[in-house]
């Protein structure tokens, strides 16, 4: 059956961010489909919850509260997965963000911190699982990217900079590492999360983001983590390379921060 090529019996994933939104919609998404799961993220009540809701799916999770702008933590995620459960097949690298900022508010050290957050993580944990995923044949890697790392607007320089390089480290991953392992990202538009809480409950403002995306409506994390599974499954098995935009047909920032010109 079809529906077969989206099984993960016998999987293990690491999912970073994984404590709430898409993070935490993904590893459940994972577990439903047969993987136990690494689950990290700062927030170990958030991540106890999500551990719960894997374990009523009949998977297991193992959770590891940490910081992972501290890039050795986010590598010590493949060992740990490894010493749980004997694997590592995915990691699903989505930890990241970067507040908005003015171009003149945006020095140095805010762009290599953004950098860092976004595209250092998802290195040096995707470097750490390769070994391990060698082990068993292979695996898949998705990185969850963003609709600013392709369109233009103000704010937005150190984030959709960070995007846009996490898009092309996708791309060139995949051919440094097949055929044996997958390398694609999802590039996220305005998806109802707590990273958009402050937005989303005004209701002028949220009307304006639906207005300006051509589906008229705000995406759902669940929507993100059937995308992030068909990567990561069988059924994604001839992809490889690709970022797959899942934006409600957003063509252009459907928030305005407001930000004047220069004087």
């Known amino acids: 059956m079809i529906l077969d090529l989206f099984r993960l019996t016998g999987k293990v994933a690491v999912v970073t961010g994984a404590g709430r939104g898409i993070g935490a919609a993904t590893a459940l998404a994972l577990a439903e489909a047969g993987a136990d799961v690494v689950i990290s993220a700062r927030t170990e009540s958030d991540l106890a919850d999500v551990a719960k809701r894997v374990g009523e799916a009949g998977r297991r999770a193992l959770v590891v509260p940490a910081d992972l702008s501290d890039l050795d933590a986010a590598a010590a995620l493949a060992p740990a997965a490894r010493d749980e459960f004997g694997r590592l097949d995915i990691v699903i690298n989505n ?61 937005f320089l150190a984030y959709g900079t960070a995007k846009a390089a996490l898009a092309h480290f996708t791309e060139l991953a995949a051919f440094d590492l097949a055929p044996r392992i997958r390398v694609n990202a999802i590039a996220v538009g305005s998806v109802a999360t707590s990273a958009l809480s402050i937005v989303l409950t005004s209701d002028e403002i949220r009307g304006r983001m639906e207005q300006a995306t051509p589906l008229r409506r705000i995406g759902s994390a669940e929507e993100v983590a059937a995308t992030a599974l068909f990567l990561a499954a069988p059924a994604g098995g001839f992809v490889t390379g690709k970022v797959l935009e899942v934006d409600g047909g957003t063509q252009a920032p459907n928030l305005d921060l407001g930000l004047p010109d220069l004087s």
Request: proline residues 5%; glycine residues 14%.
């Open 95 to 155: 930890v990241g963000g970067t507040y908005p900022r003015p171009f003149l508010e945006t020095d140095a050290e805010f762009l290599e911190e953004a950098f860092r957050f976004n595209v250092g993580t998802a290195h040096v944990l995707t470097r750490a699982a390769v070994p391990i995923m060698l082990e068993h044949g292979g695996g898949a890697v998705v990185n969850i990217s963003s609709v600013m790392g392709r369109v233009s607007g103000r704010g």
